[in-house]
């Protein structure tokens, strides 16, 4: 059968004759064809008819269409229509934007507008620096895309790419209460967005860059984070580094290894391979070897650009060539940012006892837990159907909180570590284990520890 899941769920409204038996045969034919059935509501009895909506997960559109198929072959069943939940949901934009103050007086709309808002802007233009306190500069957020390098769609447009930021602007009020907007630029000019995102920068207390390709994210956010005075922050490199330092720190602790003594291999050295590969040296990682759908990364190494050649330079200690037989050899760790399929059994069998395997590429990862995990101490993906999601959600709604509370101009190296260690902490020693080492995403303490660790580490 099928994997189904709330992504690809319907609602049915199935008209059918008033007979005995026609609604469990309705059922089984849902149930024989894979689909899972959930809410059961009864619309309307009349004249002999009875019309239910059936909401049924299903695991792709073609599944959809076969279960609707079947039930519509049944005599007596009727399939009115179907909705699809996930673009119901999504009907209209899932933000808004919602006023703090009632508007019921002449006195009140004095006040929050003209006249009374020109003294206000009077303040702000004598002392830029009040613009943190007395407008939404305080808590607010430019969540900034291209739409080149969206989830595991790629280059998709920034309209495209709407849904993702506007997701994201939920997550940052739902678990931070971080008010953010999504802004979708239709450009992939580098200077370009540079001074876009400097233009509009007066209004926002941060700046999230999210799904730019690499290599022109790194670029973007170095030069914005140098010409802006807010924090600058591109979460697909550092948010993804920093929960997998959190997951990793309590796995390391579950096996009883120190940071130091471990190999690591890494898959996939774009920008959140680079970030996080960045994070487990601060860590205190000495051997760590990347690979791209070359091989193993090594100085002087044939079609590696000037990042990827950089990245050679600070691992690899010992020079290793080849493929992923020769770097996973004895490894302890393994970090997957790449695609499904890179990291086989037979090569997990080669590794160091007791081994971790972060496979994070999304959808699909890099190795299936079902395949991995009677071969490893501990086993995390991104995906939110197993155990141990290392999820950004953990990440960026404290970050930005805490940056925003104390006022950061930057988002340093010792903050995002403080963060990491943060979320680490979420999980008690008592309940450290193979399949909890790090919080749910629906744990609201992680963003306040988060928020109050960056705060502190910013001071």
């Known amino acids: 059968m099928p994997n189904t899941g709330a992504s690809h769920s319907i609602t049915l409204r199935l008209q059918m004759n008033h007979q005995p038996g026609l609604f ?151 678990f931070g209460g971080v008010d953010a907007f999504p802004i979708c630029l239709n450009t992939t000019d580098t200077e370009e967005i540079i001074r876009t995102v400097k233009a509009i920068a007066p209004g926002f207390g941060g700046i999230n860059l999210e799904d730019i390709s690499a290599p022109r994210c790194f670029e973007i956010e170095r030069r914005l984070q140098e010409e802006l005075n807010i924090p600058v922050f591109h979460d697909d490199q550092h948010g993804t580094a920093i929960v997998l330092i959190a997951g990793l720190i309590n796995a390391l602790k579950f096996v009883n290894k120190k940071p130091k003594d471990i190999k690591a291999v890494v898959a996939g050295v774009g ?51 080849g493929s992923m037989d020769e770097a996973i050899k004895d490894a302890d760790l393994f970090v997957g940012l790449s695609g499904p399929g890179v990291l086989s059994l037979e090569q997990v069998k080669k590794m160091a006892k007791d081994p971790i395997v972060f496979a994070m590429s999304n959808p699909t990862p890099e190795i299936m837990p079902e395949i991995a995990l009677p071969h490893v101490a501990v086993m995390a993906t991104g995906r939110s159907d197993y155990p141990n999601q290392l999820n950004n959600v953990l990440c960026f709604p404290g970050i930005f909180k805490g940056a925003l509370k104390c006022r950061a101009t930057s988002i340093t190296e010792k903050m995002k570590l403080a963060a990491a260690t943060a979320i680490a902490d979420t999980v008690k020693s008592s309940e450290l284990c193979a399949e909890y080492i790090i919080p749910g995403v629906f744990n609201k303490d992680v963003a306040r520890k988060v928020a109050r660790a960056v705060k502190k580490a910013a001071k």
């Open 271 to 321: 920008a959140a391979g680079t970030a996080c590969t960045k994070m487990m040296l601060d860590l205190g990682l000495k051997n760590i070897i990347g690979l791209d759908r070359t091989g193993i990364l090594y100085p002087g190494r044939d079609n590696m650009n000037e990042e990827k050649q950089a990245y050679a330079e600070m691992t690899n200690p010992h020079k290793i060539q």
């Open 24 to 174: 469990a045969r309705a059922t089984e034919i849902i149930g024989t064809t894979g689909g899972n059935i959930g809410a059961i509501d009864i619309v309307k009895i009349n004249k002999g008819k009875i019309t239910r909506d059936v909401t049924v997960d299903t695991s792709s559109d073609e599944h959809k269409q076969t279960i609707i198929t079947a039930l519509s072959n049944e005599p007596g069943i009727k399939v009115v229509h179907s909705s699809d939940r996930v673009f119901l949901m999504h009907l209209g934009g899932k933000i808004e934007v919602n006023s703090r103050f009632p508007l019921k007086s002449r006195d009140e709309l004095s006040m929050a507008y003209t006249p009374g808002v020109a003294r206000v802007c009077q303040a702000i233009h004598k002392d830029p620096q009040l613009a943190h306190n007395l407008t939404i500069k305080k808590n607010t957020v430019a969540i900034v895309s291209d739409g080149t390098a969206v989830l595991g769609l790629g280059d998709i447009g920034p309209e495209a790419a709407m849904p993702v930021m506007e997701g994201k602007a939920m997550l940052f009020k739902e």
